[in-house]
Structures are given as C-alpha cells and as structure tokens.
C-alpha cells in the first residue's frame, strides 16, 4: 500500500492546521456559515439534515488494518459508535460535533489518512476494482495509476474549482467492478495488438438526475501519457463547462451537447499544445510507487481439495457463505473474501466500531494486514489462505458479519436518504430494510440468484438507483414518500441505464410489488438465467403489468 513520503506528509499537516484556524474563526463568529461553506467543503465537512458529517478519503478502497483501528477510533470517541461505507468507496460519520473536527482530521493524519477533495468541486477520491493486486483477471494491479492520478490531482491549481464534481474510476479486467462506465472518466487498462500496456479512456458517464453511460474517448493510450492526456482532457471541460447552471455543469451535459466527435477533437487537439515531458512520470517514479502496491509475501502452497471439501460438508453455514462470498484468487492456495455490510439490524454501508476493530484483527491475521471497501458499500479481505477460511467465517459470525449474501437480493445499495441527508427528498434506510425482511430466508434467495437492488433517496442517485437490476428512487410529493421504479439497469462492463416502470408506490405497496416481479421472474425464467436476462429475453411490459397489477 502506498505511503506517505514528505510531501504528503506536510501537505495533510498543513491543510489540518489551516482547518483548525478556520473552525475557531466560525466558532467565534468571525465567519458566517455561507464564509465557512467551502472552506469546510474543501476539507470533505458537510452539514447535513441533523449535524455535521465527515467524509473520509479511502484512496482507490485500499486500507491498512492501523488505518482501519483509526477509523474504529473515530466512530467511537466522536460519533455514535458506527461508519457508513458510501458508493466511492469512502467512509462517511454523520454525527461529528464541529469543535471535534480538526482533532479528528489530526488523528488520521497520524496513521495518513485526510478528507481533502472528497467534497467540492474538484477531482474526487479515484475509486478502483477492490480486486486490484489479487485477481488473476487483471492486466496489472491498477492502484499504482490510481495513486500517480491522486498525486498529480491533489490540491491540482488548474482543476481545483471546476464547474463541478469530477470522478474517475479505474480497472485492469474485462470484468468491470469498478463502474467505469458511470463516472466522469473511466479508466481501463488494456493491451494493444503489440502487446503494450497502455489506458482505454471513458468519458461522460454519470448518474443524477440525467444518467448517461460513457463513451469512448480513447481506444489506447500510451502509459506515459496518461498525465498529459487527463489534463488535456480537464481543461477542455473546465473551458467549456456550464457554470451558469449547475444541474447541467458535469462533464457528461458537456460531452452530450458538444457530441462525442466534437468533444474528442477538442481534447486532442488540447493535448497537441502539451509538453508531455512536462507532465509526464519517469519510469523510476513509476517503479517507486509501484513498489508500494508489490504483492504480499505469498507462501507457495499445495492446496489439498479433499481438506477443504471436508470443511464444507461439515458446516451447512460455512458451506453457504463460501460459496457465495469467496472469488478466486490468482496465487494458488489463496482466495478472496467479500464481507457483507448488510445485516438485519443496521443500514447497508454501516459498521460498528466494535466490527471495524474484528475486521482489522481479521486482517492482521488472515490477509497481510489489508483490507478493501467496495462501492457495494462492502468489505474485501483480498489475501486468504483457503485453510484459513473456516477459522475467519467464525471470527466473521462471532463479530456478526456473516451473511452469505453477497450478489443476492438483501445485499442492497442504499444512500443515507431522508435520515440524515439535507438533499434527500424520501427514506431509503427503510426502504432497503423491509425489502430485506422480506426476502430474509437464504434458501429463498440462492433460489433467486444474482440480483442487484440500489435505492436513492433523491434524483442525485447517490444509492445508484439507475444501474440497478432493480433501481428505486425515493420522491415526495405534497408532503408524502413515494417510490418509482427503474428495472434493467446493470453496473457491469455492460452498463446500462433502466427503464422507468410509471408512477411510484407507497413503500408497503413497493415491497409488495417487487415480491410479485421476483415471483414472475422465477415462474418465467429459462435454465440458470439471472433476474437480468430474464428482464432482457421479454422485455418491461411482463414485468410492469406484474408490478402494477
């Protein structure tokens, strides 16, 4: 994992010192809150319905298991005993007291973590495959290109107040589980027919209020051009970016108004004016940061199939929560473990202290010390030893984190909503509960296989709701909750934006209605299709006149 050298040191030190200034001058009156605004912005610091909430950067999902102590820290001693992991794969606390803020930013920069440019309107935290570095489904590890982008896009003086937020997202595998496709650039790396590693470049994705899927802005692009060819990129936008209003001020409006064609020229013909040797990253700086993201010390092991085989006959639960919960590792004798964020008690995303401290245990005993948060509001521990297993799915039930959920029907995405956002125009949190009771039986869900439900609480989509199999968007009208469903959306190499089904539903007549779909889904479905290809061999109109009936 990377680590800080000088610079970012000083860097976080110095932003942290300023902050602190700036909260004393509104404690006492000397800023006005709108001053105060994008200073706290700047410093990833929100005021939402009921308090303050701070947004913690967790570069590319990557987390180290002292880090990980920290975060518990936090949760415990400022909050109220909890973390929620949001769609970028940050970690969010809801509940912070403003005068606590700097002492909190204080304490993460001791274990190099901040909140800079998690807010506001600049390059935001670079999200990545939380399978980087462990899948044998990758060209490269890509978080040594999503650290070089946070590096060269940190506190950037050209890109610092853009027209709006801007996103990138990165992966090295056809099998995309980073959601390129729906952010302001998505990256891919790729192999050209030389055989050269080099960047396929998505632009104008985005959800919100006008979801897009992006496209192709580039086929390939040359290593050491990235740098070059982002700013290239950056600066066009920032050029010609709508500032006058800002529901239309992401990149995604200006690529649809410009046209893909016009919008790629004029990045070329940006990127003739650069010296790319200006911007461009040595190959010995290239080799340092990838240093830091070098594989751990795998041990060579024999792995012993009639061992493992034995573990999971002897434990139904094990067995379950293996099969659906553990990926395939490239070292052999290894695998990948998702841990799902989505019990019965609390909302999807959230983390006691208590678990968070287990997880970092976890970590240090079965997984190098590293963990990974997904923008399934998930946890990866990306390096077990298939031995290791049982003893972890213990570890993992005692500190109640052992659903076997994972790509079911209750592994729901689910933004804060109305519960604690400002912008929320609906609940969400409960939405995402009773949908889950509903479907709590696990031998119901493995019936129903794959299925992906997002829900948002507003049209900002924060939840995803446009790339679910099941999309769900919270709404009000004349003071009363309503909820609209989207169905074939999918958040895969194959994005795609769902469909709008009609008017929106009561909450208890939605879960009703999804348990009709998802009742004709099983009565219809051919051999092992999945909800979505169901969805897509019929169409809408089965489903709709299910869900309306």
């Known amino acids: 994992?990377?680590?800080?050298?000088?610079?970012?040191?000083?860097?976080?030190?110095?932003?942290?010192?300023?902050?602190?200034?700036?909260?004393?001058?509104?404690?006492?009156?000397?800023?006005?809150?709108?001053?105060?605004?994008?200073?706290?912005?700047?410093?990833?610091?929100?005021?939402?319905?009921?308090?303050?909430?701070?947004?913690?950067?967790?570069?590319?999902?990557?987390?180290?298991?002292?880090?990980?102590?920290?975060?518990?820290?936090?949760?415990?001693?400022?909050?109220?005993?909890?973390?929620?992991?949001?769609?970028?794969?940050?970690?969010?606390?809801?509940?912070?007291?403003?005068?606590?803020?700097?002492?909190?930013?204080?304490?993460?920069?001791?274990?190099?973590?901040?909140?800079?440019?998690?807010?506001?309107?600049?390059?935001?935290?670079?999200?990545c495959d939380p399978y980087a570095g462990a899948?044998?489904?990758?060209?490269?590890?890509?978080?040594?290109?999503?650290?070089?982008?946070?590096?060269?896009?940190?506190?950037?003086?050209?890109?610092?107040?853009?027209?709006?937020?801007?996103?990138?997202?990165?992966?090295?595998?056809?099998?995309?589980?980073?959601?390129?496709?729906?952010?302001?650039?998505?990256?891919?790396?790729?192999?050209?027919?030389?055989?050269?590693?080099?960047?396929?470049?998505?632009?104008?994705?985005?959800?919100?209020?006008t979801p897009i899927i992006g496209q192709v802005l580039r086929n390939y692009l040359p290593k050491g051009e990235l740098l070059a060819y982002l700013t290239a990129a950056l600066r066009v936008y920032n050029r010609y970016g709508r500032?006058?209003?800002?529901?239309?001020?992401?990149?995604?409006?200006?690529?649809?108004?410009?046209?893909?064609?016009?919008?790629?020229?004029?990045?070329?013909?940006?990127?003739?004016?650069?010296d790319i040797s200006d911007i461009s990253v040595s190959d010995a700086e290239r080799e340092r940061i990838t240093s830091y993201f070098a594989a751990p010390d795998f041990e060579t092991l024999k792995h012993d199939p009639s061992e493992f085989t034995k573990a999971l006959e002897g434990n139904r639960a094990f067995s379950l929560w293996a099969k659906n919960n553990v990926a395939a590792h490239k070292a052999s004798g290894y695998a990948i473990v998702n841990i799902s964020l989505k019990p019965k008690d609390l909302a999807p995303g959230d983390i006691t202290a208590t678990q968070m401290r287990a997880v970092s245990d976890m970590a240090d005993t079965y997984s190098f010390g590293e963990l990974r948060s997904t923008h399934q509001q998930n946890l990866v521990l990306p390096h077990v030893k298939?031995?290791?297993?049982?003893?972890?799915?213990?570890?993992?039930?005692?500190?109640?984190?052992?659903?076997?959920?994972?790509?079911?029907?209750?592994?729901?995405?689910?933004?804060?909503?109305?519960?604690?956002?400002?912008?929320?125009?609906?609940?969400?949190?409960?939405?995402?509960?009773?949908?889950a009771e509903r479907f709590a039986d696990p031998e119901r869900q493995r019936t129903i296989g794959e299925m992906q439900i997002k829900i948002s609480g507003c049209i900002n989509a924060c939840g995803h709701h446009h790339v679910g199999h099941i999309g769900i968007l919270g709404l009000e009208k004349a003071g009363v909750e309503f909820y609209q469903v989207k169905l074939g959306g999918d958040a895969s190499e194959d994005a795609a934006i769902g469909k709008v089904t009609g008017p929106g539903f009561s909450q208890e007549e939605l879960v009703d209605g999804i348990e009709r779909m998802v009742d004709f889904y099983l009565e219809t479905r051919e051999g092992s299709e999945r909800f979505l290809d169901t969805y897509r061999r019929i169409g809408i109109t089965p489903f709709k006149e299910v869900l309306y009936a």
């Not at 946070?150 to 937020?165: A, D, G, I, N, V």
């Not at 500032?243 to 016009?262: C, H």
């Open 243 to 274: 500032r006058d209003n800002k529901y239309k001020a992401r990149i995604k409006i200006l690529v649809q108004e410009t046209g893909i064609e016009t919008f790629t020229e004029q990045v070329e013909a940006e990127y003739k004016t650069i």
């Open 386 to 435: 298939q031995s290791d297993l049982p003893a972890l799915f213990a570890e993992l039930e005692a500190a109640g984190l052992a659903a076997d959920n994972i790509n079911l029907i209750s592994d729901i995405i689910c933004c804060p909503g109305m519960d604690f956002c400002a912008l929320a125009t609906a609940r969400s949190i409960p939405v995402s509960q009773a949908i």
């Open 1 to 127: 994992m990377y680590r800080y050298d000088e610079f970012d040191a000083q860097l976080v030190a110095d932003r942290t010192r300023q902050f602190r200034t700036q909260v004393e001058r509104r404690l006492a009156g000397r800023l006005s809150e709108a001053e105060f605004r994008p200073l706290r912005l700047m410093n990833g610091l929100y005021l939402q319905l009921h308090a303050y909430m701070l947004r913690v950067a967790v570069p590319y999902g990557t987390l180290n298991s002292e880090q990980f102590r920290m975060l518990a820290h936090l949760a415990e001693k400022y909050d109220r005993g909890y973390g929620h992991i949001t769609t970028r794969q940050n970690m969010q606390f809801n509940w912070p007291k403003l005068p606590d803020v700097p002492d909190m930013l204080d304490d993460l920069a001791s274990v190099q973590m901040h909140a800079i440019q998690t807010s506001g309107n600049c390059i935001r935290n670079v999200t």
């Open 135 to 209: 899948t044998a489904e990758e060209i490269e590890d890509p978080r040594p290109m999503a650290e070089l982008i946070r590096q060269w896009s940190t506190l950037h003086p050209e890109f610092t107040f853009l027209p709006r937020k801007f996103k990138i997202a990165v992966t090295a595998s056809e099998k995309d589980r980073a959601l390129i496709k729906a952010h302001d650039i998505g990256i891919q790396i790729v192999k050209n027919d030389d055989g050269d590693v080099g960047y396929k470049i998505f632009v104008g994705g985005g959800l919100g209020r």
